[in-house]
């Protein structure tokens, strides 16, 4: 007897072991006894569907998984709304999805503004991603898996190491992040437990499904398609083919080291934060003893400067969707390195850094926090 080809022994795997952690990893929480390799036979996997080959052979193997655990797959399309021929390409996701044996199919219509400041692919995802979550609350699902693979892996980390990003943001996409897991990322072990962008088309060609090529994805998010079509392939010719899999390893090896410095500067930023004084009784204003993270190596530092101003950002009711820029953490690092008498440092979210009295102060610049400013 012959196995499944290649491609789809390899889904199978990935999707199998994402879905055993996660049942793992919930069962650790809640104390809920696994029974042997099977779970709640009502408890539900939502996968979503774009139509594309990734999410679709994402779907099919998903469906195969499930059953095999006791699980029900929900098969969620979003519509975008915003291509005239959105419904029917939804209508056509639908087809596919009841094909392949989802136990339940939805198509959810979202409001995407075209016209709003900002771009609109990333209005897109965050509709998308707001609809994912609330059906999954509704339905009590287990996880929401979505089809990225190691070609969207790898366009990640180039596109970071273009911006002159850190650790965390080369570490890419997240492989699980809560419920929501991507099982085409692999394992992080090595690549070879992950898909390539080739072998969801072979799984979609074996199995004969029918799947959409997103005519959007050509104008929409313009520098990640150079980066697809254009600096890749031109990577690939110089350096050699191996050059995916190698930011991919990137992406793994710098997740681990990220991990490492946020865990730790965790732990920094709650042993140097003092309580709220009697001149702050609502605790509006941070502070950080000075002391404490002064000796701290600056990859420390600068990550809990940076939790820190989050912190105060949502204190001062000013949470800031604009990440900080280098050059700000390495103004307000100064009040601790080299200080001499500077400031205030002004960072996102409203909010001011100062030095006073062996302390490193968040002050948020908020009207009605401002009059609780200390002198
Ligand atoms: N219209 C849709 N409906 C449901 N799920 C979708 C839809 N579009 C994308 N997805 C899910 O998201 C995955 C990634 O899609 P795509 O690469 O287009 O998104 P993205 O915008 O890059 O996503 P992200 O913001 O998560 O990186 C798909 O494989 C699929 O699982």
Known sequence: MTGPPPQIARARTAVRAALLQRLTDLADRTDHALHGDQADASARIIVGLSGGADSTALL?????????????????????????????????????????????????????????????????????????????????????????????????????????????????????????????????????????????????????????????????????????????????????????????????????????????????????RRHPSAEDPDGTVLALSATALAPLARALRTRVLKLAAAEAARLGGHPSDKSILRRQVLAADSLLSAYRGQGPIPLPGRIDVHRSNGAILFVTTHPAATQRRPS
């Open 60 to 272: 099919a193997t998903t469906v195969w998984c499930a059953r095999k655990l006791g699980l029900s797959t929900h098969a969620v399309i979003i519509d975008h709304g915003l291509a005239d021929d959105s419904a029917s390409v939804a209508e056509r996701a639908r087809t596919t999805a009841e094909r392949v044996g989802a136990d339940q199919v939805t198509v959810r219509r979202v409001q995407v503004d075209r016209d709003a400041p900002g771009g609109v692919e990333q209005r897109a995802r965050t509709a998308r991603l707001d609809a994912l979550d609330e059906i999954a609350d509704a339905s009590g699902a287990l996880a929401v898996l979505l089809g990225h693979t190691l070609d969207d892996q790898a366009e990640q980390v180039l596109l970071g190491l273009a911006r002159g990003s850190g650790a965390r943001s080369l570490a890419g996409i997240p492989r699980e992040r809560g419920r929501i897991l991507r099982p085409f990322l692999g394992t992080g072990r090595d690549e070879t437990t992950g898909l390539w962008r080739k072998d969801t088309r072979a799984i979609c060609d074996q199995l004969d499904l029918d799947i959409w090529d997103d005519p959007m994805n050509e104008d929409q998010d313009l520098l990640r398609v150079a980066v697809r079509t254009a600096a890749l392939p031109q990577l690939q010719e110089v350096l050699g083919e191996h050059v995916t899999s190698a930011l991919v390893r990137t992406a793994d090896l710098l997740r681990d080291d990220a991990d490492v410095l946020d865990d730790l500067a965790a732990e920094e930023f709650t042993a140097a």
